[in-house]
């Protein structure tokens, strides 16, 4: 047994400095901090975003906002696009749109990053966390059957939790790391119970599932274009959806819910101040057009990861079949929680800014007190998944 857990221990060591060379060395890096994923200007960023300086329009009406709504909506194949703050609020919105109120509770992963709770949260209304498959990382079809089976009642104005009495509102799976989970199950669940589905494309541009983007299965989704995202605006999101009442309504709410009038302010509404900018919208046009040959680089240090860990027997994850994965993150599973914390004391100690995946969202504080069930494989994964350096390479 010790002598496996030594070999094990230099194994790792080993790994961390080849690891280490094979970074600095592709990023031409070497010496200083490399962080997980760090963006690129490389294209018309610079153009576009003087070009909007000068012609004043930096706030919230510009054509950036427009064009960059369309090419989103043409890139995905979306019918509407409405460009956001961050992703936070677009989540905030979806949510909102699909008829979540106070008091109300939302099915979704404790394996994500903690906007996808607190956008609930926004609503005063309470998350309720179902498991993760291991495959995908992503809600789990078969909890959520189990779950729904388990404690939910069919009413004439939609399904109640038994336990709480409280009305399940909506459920919000996340495709972790730009693996899309088993959407179409989960639609097929939630429609037999009535719940709205959006979806929590944060991290899933540029991913598809059987041909189908990240974002266009459900009634709305949530992309970010936050600086450690595939694309960035510096902050910012977008809704997606085919509805043309939802878009519409989606588009007036960010909008102060201010009438259109020539001069006079009037709101039928309490709104938010949402909308993109244009200034963020100019820099975040710039990077769409760069998208697919960022998806094509970050492929290819996938390539090269895989080669690397190979020789260790450690896992690079991968999303299952019927996926075309973005490659935004990528991630290895270590054997146990020891094993993962002494390999990312290694690359810190190296710079090498590897992390692990998210806390389990039910461990924090103001999260401590939601309804869960067994979440057997999100504390798995929690204990053993390290996300590593994955920037497109300039
Ligand atoms: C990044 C992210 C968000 C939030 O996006 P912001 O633009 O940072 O507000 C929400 N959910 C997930 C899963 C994310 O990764």
């Known amino acids: 047994m010790l002598v496996i857990q030594q070999k094990k221990l230099n194994q790792l060591d080993k790994l961390s400095i080849e690891l280490k060379n094979f970074i600095r060395n592709y990023y031409d890096k070497p010496e200083g901090n490399i962080s997980l994923h760090e963006p690129i200007f490389i294209g018309n960023e610079k153009k576009y975003l003087s070009e909007c300086i ?40 979806c949510l909102k749109l699909c008829g979540v109120k106070s008091g109300d509770e939302v099915i979704t992963q404790s394996l994500t990053f903690v906007a996808t709770a ?36 069919k009413r004439d104005n939609g399904t109640y939790n038994k336990k709480t009495g409280k009305k399940i509102a909506a459920c919000l799976p996340m495709h972790t790391f730009g693996f899309i989970c088993k959407i179409d199950e989960i639609i097929k669940i939630c429609n037999e119970w009535g719940i ?20 266009t299965f459900g009634k709305m989704s949530a992309i970010s274009f936050n600086g450690n995202k595939i694309i960035t605006s510096g902050g910012g999101g977008i809704i997606l959806t085919n509805s043309n009442i939802l878009a519409k309504k989606a588009k007036h709410i960010t909008t102060t ?24 919208a100019s820099l975040v046009y710039a990077q769409i057009e760069q998208i697919d040959n960022f998806i094509l680089k970050k492929r290819e240090l ?12 450690i896992e690079l994850i991968k999303p299952p079949k019927g996926n075309k994965w973005n490659y935004w993150l990528n991630s290895i599973r270590l054997s146990n929680r020891k094993e993962r914390n002494l390999f990312l004391e290694k690359s810190h100690k190296h710079l090498i800014l590897n992390r692990p995946i998210w806390k389990l969202l039910f461990r924090l504080n103001m999260y401590s007190s939601c309804q869960r069930d067994s979440q057997k494989n999100s504390i798995y994964l929690e204990d053993r998944v390290v996300n590593i350096i994955s920037s497109a390479k300039y």
């Open 54 to 93: 000068d012609s004043t329009f930096v706030s919230s009406v510009g054509k950036y906002v427009t064009l960059f709504e369309q090419k989103i909506s043409e890139y995905t194949n979306t019918k509407n696009s409405i460009a956001v703050v961050n992703g936070t609020s677009a989540l905030h919105i």
């Open 118 to 153: 607190n956008a609930i949260s926004y609503l005063n209304a309470k998350p309720i966390f179902i498991d993760v498959d291991i495959d995908t990382l992503g809600l789990s079809p078969i909890s959520l059957n189990e779950f729904l089976n388990e404690f939910g009642e």
């Open 196 to 215: 709205p589905v959006i979806e929590d494309s944060a991290e899933a541009l540029g991913s598809k599932y059987n041909d189908k983007s990240a974002g």
């Open 257 to 280: 819910s201010k009438l259109p009038h020539k001069w006079e302010f009037d709101h039928d509404s309490v709104g938010y101040n949402y909308r993109m900018p244009n200034l963020n």
């Open 302 to 313: 996938h390539d090269q990861y895989q080669l690397l860990f190979d020789k260790y027997g």
